[in-house]
């Protein structure tokens, strides 16, 4: 049986190639992903993957790349480096994608995988937060990506201290690679605005942060910027709150635009500033904003697809695909320099998180001016400055 | 802010954490007392306590008072469940055993309560508001009040049940010498699953507590199971008054070294006097040398 069939498909095979009459199916691009879907990742996960497929679907749509579909090849993390690792080892050499667009939602993973998309010298673009990623470029020339970098974040706080004529802040920052990276950037970028700083820090489970708010306190700054995804974002809130802290400019960084933290810190969260990408209020731009039209028929095709409001992961991973789209037009091939040499040279692309801008030296696309301050309102985020 | 208030503030801090502690430190001295054994799961029953509550407060829209009950019964429940189903069944539960069947039922909770409950931070209001009382220039949150005072609650009830019921007196005695307490009728199994149905409210009480004041993750419990722990050691293993002398050490020590040396090395001080204590009293502060008679 087995061998009959065989036989029959070598046949077909020999008839199909002789008689020419069939013309080949032109081979898809293929594009190879990888986010955390389940694990300790899985809340930035879900809607990352959600970004890429409404991008995948919009491209396919209107007639794929170069006249060929992509063909949009999806792995599970899982949140962990390993399971991250051989996911894009498969990519590479089973798979034989085009580009890596994803690396598994946490910068650990995207680290993780990199030396191995460079070896291969597949493009990788990540979607994921630390700076570290695409530094030093030389070291990386095929890594990309498509978030803002942590001293643009700091520069976009300073810029509102600034102008509010703050001479002294507090960075209370967690002890994790996301909080390490935020003092790192604040060393570098606070003696450019010729303020002080008092640094802190605490430990992500922490649960009282009492000790480092009177230190805050006592060293009279007069601004406080909170660096941490966990909850004890919400303890030094309700704690500064305590501590009759609540009248000193509070900014939480990027990490914190969450409605369930916002929701559990509930009136210790008044007047507070939060960094972020204009995603959160894309209503609240101005028409002039080039990205808002993008955020707008975002949401509206994330609504009708999945039924709920997304968050603001989603966009960092439907611009991503599309920068790869982009690329690959302007390489004309899937030869993976030239389409390194087509991201390095694109300019002025507005997405969903703002005005990407690639050059040889720089492989982070956004600037600061694509982040804005929201502040948390009768239930929702709102434009605080723009 | 002046030299009084400051210490004053961060001795407030530090109390009403190390009381946290101390609870959870209690846990693992009944356990240990009744089994030699480190209980590995008291962590997670403190995580527990706190999400259960939360989940009955928010989803099952309960008054606070009976959703805290709820909690702690619900995770008492669950600690004499987890003993009956793995350590009862064994037919010589060696101190080891045990310690290592604890470290498989953390993972297990963790896990459970992931799937069950969700991954998501949950929180409620604090049992009576939060305006911060002021004191002398420094201001204690009213729910520090109240975990203190259900914290010497706790410790007197337990005090009590040691040291004037029967069957607290018949733990201390199947505690003291296995045998000879079996030898006059005294239930040394069932003594062990009581340790764990206490160890399992002490741990639900101690997150029932803070929830309200510091929030609850599904993977908050191996930390705090951790600095418990550590609160047990430093007071001496096994010994009732040392938990309570441990936690409140241990949540000052973190408090005054965050305010005084420095926020990163917070833990980092409070472990390495952990360290010294222990070098120079490996039982621990109240712990008693095991004496030989040769």
Not at chain 1, 207 to 232: C, S
Not at chain 1, 306 to 312: D, I, T
Not at chain 2, 71 to 97: C, D, K, Q
Request: glycine share 10%; aromatic share 8%; proline share 3%.
């Amino acid at each position: 049986m087995k061998l009959r069939t065989y036989a029959m498909r070598v046949l077909g095979a020999t008839l199909l190639a002789t008689s020419g009459t069939v013309p080949v199916k032109a081979q898809d691009i293929t594009i190879g992903t990888i986010l955390s879907t389940t694990g300790r990742a899985a809340f930035l996960g879900e809607d990352m993957k959600r970004g890429m497929e409404i991008a995948v679907e919009e491209i396919n749509a209107k007639g794929g790349v170069l006249g060929k579909k992509i063909k949009w090849i999806f792995y599970d993390t899982e949140s962990q480096s390993v399971k991250g690792v051989n996911a894009v080892k498969r990519l590479i050499s089973q798979d034989k994608v085009a580009m890596v667009v994803g690396g598994g939602s946490m910068s650990g993973i995207a680290l993780a995988v990199l030396p191995m998309t460079e070896r291969a010298k597949v493009p990788f673009i990540s979607t994921e937060g630390s700076m570290q990623i695409v530094n030093p470029v030389a070291k990386r020339p095929f890594t990309f990506k498509s978030t803002a970098d942590d001293d643009q974040v700091v520069a976009r706080a300073l810029d509102y201290l600034k102008k509010k004529g703050v001479k002294k802040f507090a960075l209370l920052h967690s002890t994790t690679g996301f909080g390490q990276s935020a003092l790192a950037q604040t060393k570098k970028v606070a003696p450019q605005y010729d303020m002080t700083v008092v640094f802190e820090a605490f430990g992500p489970a922490d649960t009282d942060l009492t000790p480092q708010l009177t230190r805050i306190k006592e060293r009279g700054a007069q601004a406080v910027i909170i660096w941490t995804v966990t909850p004890a974002g919400v303890v030094a809130l309700k704690q500064m709150q305590q501590l009759g802290m609540q009248k000193m400019y509070r900014l939480h960084s990027y990490g914190f635009v969450s409605q369930r933290y916002m929701k559990l810190a509930g009136d210790a969260a008044k007047d507070l500033l939060l960094v972020s990408v204009k995603f959160p209020v894309g209503d609240d731009l101005p028409d002039s904003d080039k990205a808002k039209k993008k955020i707008l028929s975002l949401i509206a095709k994330y609504k009708n697809k999945y039924g709920r409001e997304p968050n603001q992961f989603v966009a960092q991973t439907y611009d991503a695909i599309h920068l790869a789209v982009i690329a690959i037009n302007k390489a004309k091939s899937s030869d993976s320099v030239n389409i390194r040499n087509a991201l390095q040279s694109i300019t002025g692309y507005d997405g969903a998180s703002g005005t990407f801008n690639f050059s040889k030296k720089r492989h982070s696309g956004l600037s600061k001016n694509d982040l804005v301050l929201v502040k948390w309102e009768d239930g929702r985020f709102k434009l605080a400055d723009y | 802010m002046d030299f009084e208030a400051k210490l004053l503030q961060l001795i407030f801090a530090g109390i009403s954490t190390g009381a946290v502690y101390a609870l959870i430190a209690v846990g693992f001295n009944v356990i240990f007392k009744s089994t030699d054994a480190i209980n590995f799961s008291q962590g997670e029953w403190v995580m527990m306590g706190g999400l259960i509550a939360a989940t009955a407060i928010g989803a099952g829209q309960m008054p606070l008072v009976i959703a805290c009950i709820i909690a702690v019964l619900a995770v008492a429940t669950i600690g004499g469940l987890s003993e009956r189903l793995t350590v009862f069944p064994m037919r010589r539960p060696t101190p080891i055993l045990i310690t290592l069947i604890t470290i498989g039922l953390a993972i297990c909770t963790k896990s459970l309560v992931m799937l069950i409950l969700g991954k998501l931070p949950v929180g409620y209001k604090p049992f009576t508001g939060e305006t911060p009382i002021k004191i002398a220039g420094a201001t204690i949150h009213p729910q520090s009040l109240w975990i203190l005072g259900i914290t010497a609650v706790f410790m007197v009830a337990t005090h009590f049940f040691f040291e004037r019921t029967t069957m607290g007196k018949a733990m201390r005695a199947a505690a003291a010498d296995r045998q000879a307490a079996a030898l006059v009728g005294i239930s040394v199994r069932n003594s062990i699953l009581i340790s764990f149905v206490i160890a399992a409210a002490a741990g639900a009480i101690a997150g029932v507590i803070i929830t309200p004041m510091t929030f609850m993750v599904y993977d908050n419990g191996t930390m705090l199971g951790f600095k418990g722990f550590s609160a047990a050691m430093l007071g001496g293993l096994g010994n009732l008054y040392g938990a309570l002398v441990g936690g409140l050490t241990l949540g000052l020590l973190e408090a005054l070294a965050g305010g005084y040396v420095s926020s990163q090395f917070k833990d980092a001080v409070a472990f390495l006097v952990l360290l010294l204590v222990l070098f120079a009293r490996p039982a621990g502060i109240l712990g008693q040398r095991d004496i030989t008679r040769v």
